[in-house]
């Protein structure tokens, strides 16, 4: 998902956490008077036009519930947890949250997320995809338990695709997208060149270069990119060639002039909006951007498909670590749990999704709210075929064992150790990245073997071991315990 930032929101975010007033409409008050509950929902206001969507939403569940009034907090989503956390610092929590990916473990482990299972039925888990709320995959589920529910598709969080503009590829002479890095470096070249400055033909995405991680992830293992572990090993490899080359890349087209100037200091959204203004040809990047190319730019002839792969062939495939990320929670505090769970419910339900899918392209959790209009999509239907040609199962130690979780957890706690600051670094000031990576790898070895023995010394078995999948092949599908 996309983050947009906004100063104000989380300003006033501060202040609800204090106040508990409402920014986007519903009831202002606890609603006792009337004898409604009151469910109070913290939530991140993306895709932009999200505020006025949750609003519509939440009004038609009112009606549906009359006795229950949503009260909407919204936060930038580089804010959201911290926002949420005051709150629960300041007792005066939401009822449900949105908490998105690693941000779910951050607030159970601080006792604040309530297990939903109680609540949970048969009929409730059949409208997922068979065998998609299996506790040992889902990425819902911890410890046996369900704590989350989720939005999004599956493969969404970590499906990337390449898009490329047809007209300006055709102008520099060439028929179809780069299949390889190295055809991706010359094309880029040729369209820079032949753009004059007007456009240009490529950009690593936004800030901090994040095409460099996409790409790589078609050479070295995910993890390594993602946490600078080989979960073949256990071990750093910040320093292996596939992503060292990719950086390489990135610094020799920003070095020549290729790539387009000020993505240094883009937002999640600017890489869209000059794409679809015709002033950059090609990038890689999550799928939610195919559908705002669309809605700026109608008509522009918008190739998508796979990422290309180093010119000595993909080395790994980009993974699907778990069934769904987690993004709905319930508050272990809430005095509302029964009526939070039906705006929890209501978020899960076929319904909603059709309607988030209808307004925002999106694919979600239920496929049955969107498969049969997205097949008939030439843009979704592209997405799902990238999907099936360039994502397989891949380990998850959060998910294999309590000692994987928290080695994880302790590498999610330092992200210095992780390639970006340094790739970003090497990219911008034209310096090699290996000597960058080779430290990196010491410091992380280091970091491992310290955490190991800290969390030894508090009872918890943990090491480099649970991060070990020795039988794993990136180029084939994990199966977990097998």
């Not at 100063?7 to 009337?34: E, I, K, Q, R």
């Not at 097949?375 to 099936?388: G, T, Y």
């Not at 310290?450 to 180029?475: C, I, N, Q, R, V």
């Amino acid at each position: 998902m996309k983050i947009r930032p906004a100063l104000t929101a989380f300003t006033c975010a501060v202040a609800l956490a204090l106040s508990g007033c409402n920014l986007v409409g519903g009831s202002p008050d606890s609603g006792d008077a009337t004898g409604k509950v009151t469910v109070t929902v913290a939530l991140v206001p993306d895709p932009p036009g999200a505020s006025q969507f949750y609003r519509q939403q939440f009004d038609e569940f009112e009606k549906a519930n009359p006795g229950i009034t949503v009260k909407v907090l919204e936060n930038p989503s580089d804010q959201q947890l911290n926002a949420v956390e005051l709150m629960f610092q300041q007792n005066n929590a939401p009822d449900v949250f949105r908490a998105q990916d690693d941000g779910m473990d951050r607030m159970a482990a601080r006792g604040w997320v309530a297990p939903l299972d109680e609540f949970v039925t048969p009929d409730f888990l059949k409208q997922f995809p068979e065998g998609s709320m299996d506790p040992a995959t889902s990425g819902l589920h911890r410890d046996g338990k369900l704590m989350s529910l989720p939005l999004v598709w599956g493969p969404w969080s970590t499906l990337r695709v390449f898009l490329y503009n047809e007209d300006l590829l055709k102008k520099s002479g060439f028929d179809g997208p780069p299949k390889t890095w190295t055809e991706l470096e010359q094309m880029a070249t040729k369209v820079s060149a032949d753009g004059k400055g007007k456009y240009f033909g490529y950009s690593p995405t936004a800030a901090k270069a994040v095409g460099v991680e996409m790409l790589a992830d078609t050479a070295v293992p995910y993890s390594v990119p993602a946490t600078g572990i080989d979960y073949r090993t256990g071990k750093p490899a910040t320093s292996s060639p596939g992503l060292v080359e990719a950086v390489e890349l990135h610094r020799r087209m920003q070095a020549a002039k290729v790539m387009m100037p000020g993505w240094e200091s883009w937002d999640g959204s600017r890489a869209f909006k000059e794409f679809a203004a015709g002033r950059l040809a090609m990038y890689p990047t999550p799928p939610w951007h195919v559908a705002e190319v669309r809605k700026l730019a109608p008509e522009i002839k918008m190739g998508i498909t796979g990422l290309p792969v180093p010119a000595a062939g993909r080395g790994a495939y980009l993974p699907i670590t778990k069934s769904f990320s987690p993004l709905w929670s319930m508050s272990a505090k809430s005095t509302h749990k029964a009526e939070s769970w039906k705006v929890m419910d209501f978020l899960a339900s076929e319904a909603f999704h059709n309607a988030y899918y209808k307004k925002f392209g999106t694919l979600t959790a239920l496929e049955s709210a969107w498969k049969a209009d997205a097949e008939k999509n030439p843009d979704q239907a592209a997405i799902l075929k990238v999907a099936q040609e360039s994502m397989r199962r891949a380990p998850n130690p959060a998910l294999a064992t309590a000692g994987g979780r928290a080695m994880t957890d302790a590498l999610a706690a330092n992200p210095d150790l992780k390639h970006t600051d340094a790739a970003f670094s090497s990219i911008i000031k034209n310096q090699p990245f290996a000597p960058a990576a080779a430290k990196l790898d010491k410091d992380l070895q280091t970091y491992l073997d310290k955490t190991s023995a800290d969390l030894t010394a508090k009872g918890k078995e943990a090491s480099a071991k649970d991060l070990t999948f020795s039988g794993w092949d990136p180029l084939k599908d994990y199966t977990p315990g097998g």
